[in-house]
């Protein structure tokens, strides 16, 4: 049986992303074992990083951006694997926007967290 939890559906993967991206500064590392594994491997455009690079992965984007916007046009949820297709939109410092589109594809351990994900991204 699937476990019900921040993969459950589109709205709560995104509202837990989205809030990984735009919450407080000083949760960033619950958020992310909230979503993830301590053992997690997360591959973006084929370079893979574990947990203490995927910190560093995200609190750069958060210094690059003031906010990200986060679309899901698609979400699947078969068992413990999920993908999902969506665009996020930055924010720079500056009010210019960056916008990519990215497809996700990954699996979830016993207890509902991440333990790989893989992430194909192009900006457009």
């Not at 009010?95 to 589109?101: L, N």
């Amino acid at each position: 049986m699937p476990i019900s939890n921040h993969y459950s559906n589109k709205e709560a993967w995104i509202a837990a992303v989205s809030k990984l991206f735009n919450g407080p500064e000083s949760e960033i590392q619950d958020r992310i074992l909230a979503l993830y594994a301590p053992n997690v491997t997360v591959t973006v455009n084929g370079s893979s990083m574990k947990m203490a690079n995927l910190i560093a992965y995200v609190k750069n984007i958060r210094n690059i951006a003031v906010s990200v916007e986060i679309t899901s046009h698609c979400f699947l949820r078969d068992g413990n694997f999920f993908a999902d297709k969506h665009t996020v939109i930055g924010t720079g410092h500056d009010g210019s926007k960056t916008q990519a589109e990215n497809l996700i594809i990954g699996e979830l351990n016993e207890e509902g967290k991440c333990f790989w994900i893989e992430e194909q991204s192009r900006f457009v």
